[in-house]
């Protein structure tokens, strides 16, 4: 071979590990319930020997309309490629009629769905969980969520729809928070009823993770929790995610 041909494979083998080596990368788009879900996603994947990149945009009751329209999250999403956008939605707006969701909910998230896959970046739905005792603010208008059960229904399926319609991720967040609130009511994942605890935060850290990595979380590190409670909600977050069929890594 050739002393050309030499540096050429070399630089190609090295340019193709490199590739390999390269962290992935997680950028979330939410509101005040994603805030604190940066930090326990990264220790989590650290913890687990395989390390994220995070950053996360979030302000107060951000709708993803807001998102959507506003040009600093734009032009966060289009600063580098990310390999994931987790996108949450803000929490009673999902659990509306469908009729309502059409219209304040579909055609913001495809845009925001757009701006990540320009950048090559996989979409995943973060579905949220129900109010601790419904959604009262709206219960009038709208009896399906005047219950924990009945708003949880109807943000799953409004989730569901966005994903199935983006050809997206999903991860069942919902799911695994009404697993534990039926199994283990003494573990507290609400700080006020809306915005999670960290225990809370530990769980949709873990399904999210357990969703884009297509592994297990059952070995992580409880960082702050007690290890029975970091236990049980590793098991949930796996259960909600893996129950669909998937395999664990």
């Not at 590990?17 to 996603?41: D, I, K």
């Not at 989590?44 to 950053?55: H, K, R, Y």
Request: proline share 4%; hydrophobic share 45%.
């Amino acid at each position: 071979m050739s002393r050309a041909r030499v540096v050429l494979a070399a630089a190609l083998l090295w340019a193709a590990a490199g590739a390999r080596a390269e962290t992935p990368s997680v950028l979330f788009l939410g509101n005040s319930v994603t805030a604190g879900l940066r930090e326990v996603f990264a220790s989590i994947a650290a913890s687990l020997g395989n390390p994220f990149e995070v950053d996360s945009c979030w302000s107060g009751s951000y709708t993803l309309e807001m998102h959507a329209k506003d040009p600093a999250v734009l032009a966060r999403v289009a600063s580098r490629r990310w390999s994931f956008v987790v996108l949450q939605e803000q929490s009673s707006l999902p659990s509306f009629p469908a009729e309502e969701t059409e219209v304040h909910v579909m055609p913001y998230a495809a845009k925001l769905e757009d701006a990540a896959r320009q950048v090559g970046a996989r979409v995943v739905f973060y579905e949220t969980w129900g109010h601790k005792d419904g959604d009262q603010l709206n219960c009038g208008a709208l009896p399906a969520v005047c219950t924990y059960d009945g708003m949880q229904d109807r943000l799953n399926a409004t989730y569901e729809e966005l994903a199935r319609r983006g050809s997206a991720l999903l991860a069942p967040v919902g799911e695994a928070w009404r697993a534990v609130r039926r199994r283990h009511p003494e573990i507290e994942l609400y700080a006020d009823g809306v915005h999670p605890t960290g225990a809370g935060n530990y769980l949709a850290a873990c399904v999210i993770y357990c969703e884009i990595t297509h592994r297990g979380v059952i070995r992580a590190d409880p960082l702050f929790l007690d290890r029975r409670v970091a236990a049980i909600l590793q098991n949930a977050a796996q259960d909600a995610v893996f129950a669909r069929g998937r395999a664990v890594k």
